[in-house]
């Protein structure tokens, strides 16, 4: 993973980059390769949602392998928001490029990032990881939940273009290598340490709704395995491993 160039496989159209992914890793795919397409017809996102995919945004996938455990194996989704926000915050002033737990990159507040990590056993043994990362260059999709934009809405005054799909690709395949170096090399505590000072709303009110129920605290950052420790008001210490978390008074 850390030799300087990794294949980009680029597509006109495809179904998602990260079911593509997952076919090449199906038949043996051991390289690294980055998969990237100017139109998804079925994008996905995190639970099931789908993901908007305009042209002139960036639909890339990392299909790599490894041999650490699935739990370790996810913490990998951090390394993809680190790369992501170093890609979002070379374009723009890097105080308002934030990340919400565990891997949304938001620019003042607003999502314009998303990563989906999935991942499976591979035919030539260790795990195949499908590291799919979605940024709104362009254009921003209206119907969401929450609030989107797009890089091109909030460029610094001396940049009058968002960067293409290409170039995008090349400064977050560079940042993601760098990061998953690291991480290869010292473990997880400097990737989480790197997080933390990215992190949006850490130390402060969080609301996380967990499908069976909802549970609000104090975010206090990261366990060691990527989990968010939420302080309930009776003291207790909650670990979330998944689900929606809002963050900020009234979440």
Same mark, same amino acid.
């Given at each position: !993973? ?8 680029? *597509? ?52 790599? =392998? ?7 194996? $996810? ?16 374009? *723009? ?12 990159? !938001? ?36 119907? =969401? ?56 709303? !850490? ?33 207790? *210490? ?12 009234? $979440?």
């Amino acid at each position: !993973m850390t030799q300087p160039q990794v294949e980009i496989l680029r *597509l006109d159209e495809v179904d998602s980059t990260n079911a593509e992914a997952r076919r090449l890793a199906e038949a043996g795919r051991l390289a690294p390769v980055w998969i990237t397409a100017r139109r998804q017809t079925a994008g996905r996102g995190r639970r099931g949602r789908a993901w908007s995919s305009e042209t002139g945004n960036l639909a890339a996938t990392l299909l790599a =392998v490894t041999r650490r455990p699935p739990a370790e194996a $996810a913490q990998v989704t951090f390394i993809a928001a680190l790369a992501a926000h170093a890609l979002i915050a070379a374009f *723009l002033e890097p105080e308002r490029v934030r990340i919400k737990w565990p891997n949304d990159v !938001m620019i003042d507040g607003k999502k314009a990032c998303g990563i989906l990590l999935e991942s499976g056993a591979h035919p030539g043994g260790g795990l195949w990881l499908a590291v799919g990362i979605g940024v709104n260059l362009g254009h921003a999709p209206e119907d =969401v939940e929450r609030p989107a934009t797009a890089v091109a809405q909030a460029l610094r005054s001396d940049l009058a273009y968002a960067p293409s799909p290409e170039a995008a690709l090349d400064v977050l395949a560079q940042a993601f290598d760098a990061w998953w170096e690291r991480w290869e090399r010292y473990g997880f505590a400097p990737i989480r340490d790197a997080w933390a000072t990215r992190a949006q709303g !850490m130390g402060g009110p969080a609301v996380a709704r967990l499908g069976h129920e909802t549970v609000e605290g104090v975010a206090e950052g990261l366990a060691d395995d990527g989990s968010l420790r939420l302080r309930l008001a009776d003291g207790t *210490l909650r670990l979330i491993s998944a689900g929606d978390v809002f963050f900020g008074e009234g $979440a």
